[in-house]
């Protein structure tokens, strides 16, 4: 009995009435060119490639560039590709603002002012905030330097973590709020090579 009911639903589900009745309406903008399925805001540039002749032209071509901002509205990265070769540029709008935050902040701790925010040093004295640095700034340290990897991944090695230090303390002293303007790094580290570079270290003495 069970099995005569499901194959009469079968059968009314391929009744010819339904078959035979209007095609449905089939709206090619709402679903994908390149393989299928709906058309989504995460689906990637296929299909807009493919509508928007100019941008396909443009990435034909070989020169092509695109811009996009960050969730906080600050940083612009502008991707694109020159002369064969791919480039990722990022623009952070308020650096000069961070810069003179941390001259601010390293005249008051050089005229004696405490900081009970600070983090508290290894002879258990309250320090000083080692940096402020920008967030495009930090990721061109991670590409120059650390193979791509983030200043989140970086902290979490002690070695690493000095050789970030040694490179903002070189590069961008601007961004250091210690008095001074150097770091206590507790560590003797060699100074990173960039990426590419043959060498793993430069200068006997670190630099």
């Known amino acids: 009995m069970t099995i005569n009911k499901y194959m009469s ?3 009314n589900y391929q009744d010819k009435s339904e078959l035979s009745g209007p095609d449905p309406e089939h709206n090619p903008d709402q679903y994908r060119q390149d393989k299928g399925g709906l ?3 995460d689906n990637g540039i296929a299909d807009r490639l493919l509508q928007n002749d100019k941008l396909f032209n443009e ?3 070989g020169t ?3 811009e996009g901002w960050n969730k906080s509205k600050n940083i612009k990265t502008t991707t694109g590709r020159e002369d064969g070769k791919f480039f990722i540029k990022r623009e952070q709008m308020n650096v000069a603002v961070i810069a003179e935050q941390c ?3 390293r005249k008051r701790a050089e005229d004696g002012y405490v900081d009970p925010l600070a983090p508290v040093m290894p002879d258990g004295k309250l320090g000083y905030k080692w940096m402020e640095l920008p967030d495009a700034i930090a990721i061109q340290i991670g590409e120059d ?3 791509g990897m983030s200043w989140h991944t970086i902290k979490r090695d002690k070695t690493l973590k000095a050789q970030f230090y040694r490179v903002v303390e070189q590069e961008y002293p601007a961004f250091i ?3 001074g303007g150097k770091l206590p790094i507790p560590i003797q580290v060699p100074y990173p090579a960039k990426v590419g570079q043959t060498a793993f270290f430069k200068g006997a003495n670190f630099r």
């Open 39 to 41: 058309a989504t805001k």
């Open 145 to 147: 330097y650390f193979g």
């Open 103 to 105: 001259a601010e902040y």
């Open 59 to 61: 990435l034909k071509s």
């Open 64 to 66: 092509w560039k695109r």
């Open 177 to 179: 709020c210690y008095p």
């Open 9 to 11: 639903e079968f059968d």
